[in-house]
């Protein structure tokens, strides 16, 4: 099978892939009431330094090698997040006597730590961060958010392969 997308065309699709993604945590949250846990936030994070990569992919038009850059923001945004989501489902596969103890919410540690301790310490997570609150086909949130990164990077990759004109 060989599936030819252009750049510009891939970095739109992971722009709209990220946006609905978001979209559906926002409406999680909102809508549902679920309140995103710190490891939830960081995995947020990333979804929108993909979703700016792939903006700047678009709005370029994605030659050049400038491209390249783009496709470094959604890589480094994809690696960051594939690695917080990993942290977050190994907290919520730990037996109950390990799970850490609750801590602060992101907005507090936000407010009284500088931004590397208050990610360090949302990274290593809390017992919140073990509570599994959603399932969609038997995976939690941050499972389908695992693989909505590899997704997205895949996506890009294809769309880079493709030979420039």
Not at 81 to 99: E, I, K, M, N
Not at 110 to 133: H, K, N, Q, W
Request: net charge negative.
């Amino acid at each position: 099978m060989n599936i030819q997308l252009s750049p510009r065309a891939g970095f739109g699709l992971v722009l709209a892939i990220c946006l609905a993604l978001l979209g559906v945590a926002y409406y999680s949250q909102f809508g549902l009431g679920l309140e995103p846990c710190p490891l939830c936030i960081l995995q947020r994070f990333a979804f929108i330094i993909i979703a700016l990569g792939a903006l700047a992919g678009v709005i370029h038009g994605g030659r050049g090698m400038l491209r390249w850059l783009w496709a470094a923001i959604i890589f480094g945004g994809g690696i960051w997040g594939v690695v917080t989501a990993g942290r977050h489902l190994w907290l919520q596969h730990l037996p109950p006597d390990q799970v850490p103890e609750c801590g602060p919410g992101f907005d507090f540690m936000l407010e009284y730590f500088s931004l590397f301790e208050a990610v360090r310490e949302a990274f290593t997570g809390s017992g919140e961060c073990a509570e599994i609150d959603w399932t969609f086909l038997g995976l939690s949130m941050p499972g389908w958010t695992l693989i909505w990164y590899v997704v997205v990077m895949l996506i890009t990759g294809l769309a880079l392969s493709r030979k420039q004109s």
